[in-house]
Structures are given as structure tokens and as C-alpha cells.
């Protein structure tokens, strides 16, 4: 495989590369308790066994700045990756295998499958899982879920007006202790955003050009808002500089 460019240009292919999200999740819903910085000590050895074998038969991974710090120790070192960030031309690039990047999604898959990359891992955080399934990128998911509830942490998604419709292929359960491996398929590559009219076909439908800005104030930020409050007065790009 070739390495990455330092900085992914838009494509003009409609190919892309089969995508794949995974996640791990507590029964609840969220991907990350409250109070955790790096380490998830509520993961199944069996899932991160599960997600290594992923990672393996991948391609190249796309997350979030933040997801990449934290998994960075126990990345495989020829991996190659895709890094969202709100400043992708200040980061110092460990290798040629890692990439940053503030591109539309739908750009950065034409790029990759332009240069050879046929397998693509999405693993998060929030706002990537958001970003690609709500412009209908996404083939399939999987999800694990551990038998733990967090009450407050940081959801699956960023964005609570996501609708994508998805079938179930299949359940494995992983362990004796009930944590299950659920595989579903997208039904269709149009994710969306829900307004009050209905169903939005793809992101970029509904805030136009802006998606940009909603990429590079959206990643890495602490605090969580919906892409209706985000482009709302007084919030993000309509009100003031988010940190």
C-alpha cells in the first residue's frame, strides 16, 4: 500500500471504500463513562481481542484526534490512519502512515480508494461516527455491547437527530458474562439528519457549505452540541470561537 499524503485532497470518484464502524458501547449507550480520560477498564478482554482483529483486517483507521491519543499505545505501528482535527497542518506526523485531516468525508474516502485502500475502519469518537453516517457513508456496523450501565457519558453519537436506518446480521455473544457482538447491516448509503419536516438525505444537504466548519469546530471539543445548536445564534460559527 502506498503511504499516506500529508494532506488528503478531494476526489473526484464516486468509488469509496467499504467502510465499517465499530464501537463498543455500555448497555446504555455510551462509549466512554464520564469521569475517563484514556483507559476503559470496563472492556471485555474478549471485545479488545475482537477490535485487534478489526484493526487487522483493515486497511487504514479513521478517528478523531482525541480517539487516536488514546489508542496510540496499542496501535500496530505500520497501521495506517486518518486523524480528524480542527488544525491538521499544525500536528507533527509520527510516521507516513498517519494522516490529518479536516476533509469532507466523502473526499477523504475518494482519496483513499484512489490510492488503493479498500477496507476502511472507522473508530470514533462521537463526532466521526456522526460525520460519516450522516453523509451515508457507512456499510456496516458493529457494536459491542457490555453488560455495564454509565447513566452519564459520552454517547455513541454526537448528534441526537441522526437517523439511519439499520438490519441485523447477526449476534454473537462474546463471553459468559453477556457481552454480545451485534452486526448490522445500513440499509441504505443515505444517512441524514432529522429536522422538522423529516428526513435530510445527506449533512451536507442541510448545512451546506458550512459542513466544513462544523468539521473543524465540531472535532476535539470537549463539550457536546447538536448540529442544529451548533449552527444556532450565539453558538459556534453564528456566535462566538468555540475553544
Known amino acids: 500500500m ?3 499524503t500529508g494532506s488528503l485532497a ?5 468509488d469509496r471504500p467499504w467502510v465499517r464502524l465499530a464501537a463498543v458501547v455500555s448497555l446504555d449507550g455510551k462509549i466512554k463513562k464520564n469521569t475517563e480520560t484514556h483507559t476503559r477498564e470496563w472492556i471485555s478482554k474478549e471485545d479488545k481481542a475482537r477490535f485487534a482483529s478489526l484493526v487487522a483486517e483493515s486497511d487504514v483507521l479513521v ?4 480517539t487516536y491519543r488514546n489508542m496510540l499505545p496499542v496501535l500496530p505501528r505500520h497501521k495506517h490512519c486518518v486523524v480528524y482535527t480542527r488544525n491538521p497542518t499544525g500536528q507533527p506526523r509520527p510516521s507516513e502512515q498517519v494522516a490529518f485531516t479536516n476533509d469532507r468525508p466523502r473526499a477523504v474516502l475518494g482519496h483513499l480508494y484512489a490510492s488503493g485502500y479498500k477496507r476502511v475502519l472507522i473508530t470514533g469518537g462521537s463526532e466521526i461516527n456522526t460525520l460519516f453516517l450522516a453523509d451515508g457513508l457507512v456499510d456496516e456496523v458493529l457494536l459491542t455491547v457490555e453488560p455495564v450501565m454509565h447513566g452519564i457519558g459520552r454517547p455513541l453519537l454526537a448528534d441526537n437527530k441522526l437517523y439511519v436506518p439499520l438490519m441485523l446480521e447477526g449476534v454473537e455473544r462474546l ?12 440499509l441504505e448509503r443515505q444517512g441524514g439528519l432529522q429536522n422538522g419536516a423529516g428526513y435530510v438525505g445527506e449533512g451536507e444537504t442541510q448545512y451546506g457549505g458550512r459542513h466544513q466548519e462544523y468539521i473543524q469546530k465540531r472535532v476535539g471539543q470537549e463539550e457536546l452540541l447538536t448540529a442544529d445548536q451548533y449552527f444556532a445564534p450565539g453558538q459556534g460559527v453564528a456566535g462566538k470561537e468555540q475553544g
Do not use: D, F, I
Open 10 to 14: 478531494a476526489s473526484s470518484m464516486a
Open 2 to 4: 502506498p503511504a499516506l
Open 63 to 66: 478517528m478523531g484526534r482525541k
Open 175 to 186: 463471553n459468559a458474562g453477556g457481552t454480545l457482538l451485534l452486526t448490522y447491516r445500513v
